[in-house]
C-alpha cells in the first residue's frame, strides 16, 4: 500500500488549501483514513479521520475551519483548510486503516506554510 498526499503549498494567513491523499495497492477494505500534522520542534497531532462508511471526526482546534472528505472508488481524500492560521504551518501526513487486522499505512507528508 502507497499514500501519495499532495497539495500543500504557502498561503496567507486566512487563506484555503486542498490536501489529497491517493492511495494505491490497497487490496482490502479502508477501515479509516486520517490527517495528521506535525510543526517544527513538536510531536504528531491528529487533525481529522474518516471512516469507510463516511462519519468524521476533527480536532478542536480545526473543527469548522477544516472538512475530511473522501471518494472511496478511488482511494482519494481531501483535507479542505479554511480560514488558515500561522499555527496550522506544518508537514501534513494522510493514513489509512486497512483490513481486518487494522493495518495503518502512511504517506509521504506535504507541507503547509501559512505566513501571517
Known amino acids: 500500500v502507497q499514500l501519495q498526499a499532495s497539495g500543500g503549498g504557502l498561503v496567507q494567513a486566512g487563506g484555503s488549501l486542498r490536501l489529497s491523499c491517493v492511495a494505491s495497492g490497497i487490496t482490502s477494505f479502508v477501515n479509516a483514513m486520517r490527517w495528521y500534522r506535525q510543526a517544527p520542534g513538536k510531536q504528531r497531532e491528529f487533525v481529522a479521520a474518516i471512516t469507510g462508511g463516511g462519519s468524521t471526526v476533527h480536532a478542536s482546534y480545526v473543527k469548522g475551519r477544516f472538512t475530511i472528505s473522501g471518494d472511496n472508488p478511488k482511494n482519494t481524500w481531501y483535507l479542505q483548510m479554511n480560514g488558515l492560521k500561522s499555527e496550522d504551518t506544518a508537514v501534513y501526513y494522510c493514513?489509512?486503516?486497512?483490513?481486518?487486522?487494522?493495518?495503518?499505512?502512511w504517506g509521504q507528508g506535504t507541507l503547509v506554510t501559512v505566513s501571517s
Open positions: 493514513s489509512a486503516v486497512v483490513g481486518s487486522h487494522l493495518n495503518e499505512y
